[in-house]
């Protein structure tokens, strides 16, 4: 079979099946969040870290760590709020935890890139996935609290495991990591016993 009559057969199958074809350029779309790097570094002192690694990273964390939530959780849940919730970064470009003129417009960035990104589903999907985002945006049940708690422990590990060089390096004080790390309490009591000592931790060593 030539290639012309194989690219025919592709084209016909996607005229056919609408629902497949949004589900696969959407599919092919968050391909680009591999793309979106950010200020962490892998351990060992690695290159920065991009969003679907930190995605991942978080998701398979929350899975680990489930027994420490503060409540009982719908873990699959949490592990797609994991998933899902750097997406919009696609368009809205990554946005560091401690820069403050760029946290001024992220609402507003995240908001437009959420609706055209997950626009691209069939409508089920693309108002289930809006759905999920937005509960882990609003920071109010359970699984949402031990998601963002996910995501700033999965960052503070790597910083920890590299001596504090991130904070470092953007000049980072301890003020600041704890009013990121503050609200861990609420979705994991341990974990946030953890992060208090890693913030100490690095506070004695004058990295914060």
């Given at each position: 079979?030539?290639?012309?009559?194989?690219?025919?057969?592709?084209?016909?199958?996607?005229?056919?099946?609408?629902?497949?074809?949004?589900?696969?350029?959407?599919?092919?779309?968050?391909?680009?969040?591999?793309?979106?790097?950010?200020?962490?570094?892998?351990?060992?002192?690695?290159?920065?870290?991009?969003?679907?690694?930190?995605?991942?990273?978080?998701?398979?964390?929350?899975?680990?760590?489930?027994?420490?939530?503060?409540?009982?959780?719908?873990?699959?849940?949490?592990?797609?709020?994991?998933?899902?919730?750097?997406?919009?970064?696609?368009?809205?470009?990554?946005?560091?935890?401690?820069?403050?003129?760029?946290?001024?417009?992220?609402?507003?960035?995240?908001?437009?890139?959420?609706?055209?990104?997950?626009?691209?589903?069939?409508?089920?999907?693309?108002n289930e996935l809006i759905s999920i985002w937005?509960?882990?945006?609003?920071?109010?049940?359970?699984?949402?609290?031990?998601?963002?708690?996910?995501?700033?422990?999965?960052?503070?590990?790597?910083?920890?495991?590299?001596?504090?060089?991130?904070?470092?390096?953007?000049?980072?004080?301890?003020?600041?990591?704890?009013?990121?790390?503050?609200?861990?309490?609420?979705?994991?009591?341990?974990?946030?016993?953890?992060?208090?000592?890693?913030?100490?931790?690095?506070?004695?060593?004058?990295?914060l």
């Open positions: 079979m030539n290639n012309d009559a194989t690219n025919d057969q592709l084209e016909l199958l996607m005229k056919e099946n609408e629902r497949l074809r949004k589900q696969l350029e959407f599919s092919l779309e968050i391909d680009k969040e591999k793309t979106i790097f950010r200020q962490t570094h892998l351990s060992n002192h690695g290159r920065n870290e991009n969003d679907s690694e930190h995605a991942w990273h978080m998701a398979i964390m929350a899975y680990i760590l489930r027994e420490y939530s503060n409540k009982e959780i719908d873990i699959a849940k949490v592990m797609l709020m994991c998933l899902i919730h750097d997406v919009v970064e696609i368009d809205a470009g990554d946005t560091y935890a401690y820069d403050p003129e760029g946290l001024k417009t992220q609402k507003e960035r995240e908001e437009k890139a959420k609706n055209r990104i997950f626009g691209m589903l069939p409508e089920d999907q693309k937005e509960e882990f945006e609003e920071y109010e049940t359970a699984e949402s609290k031990f998601a963002h708690c996910m995501d700033n422990v999965q960052p503070l590990l790597l910083n920890n495991s590299n001596d504090g060089m991130d904070w470092v390096e953007h000049d980072v004080n301890e003020l600041q990591v704890r009013g990121r790390q503050g609200k861990n309490i609420e979705g994991s009591r341990m974990l946030y016993k953890l992060t208090d000592a890693i913030i100490k931790r690095h506070v004695d060593k004058g990295h």
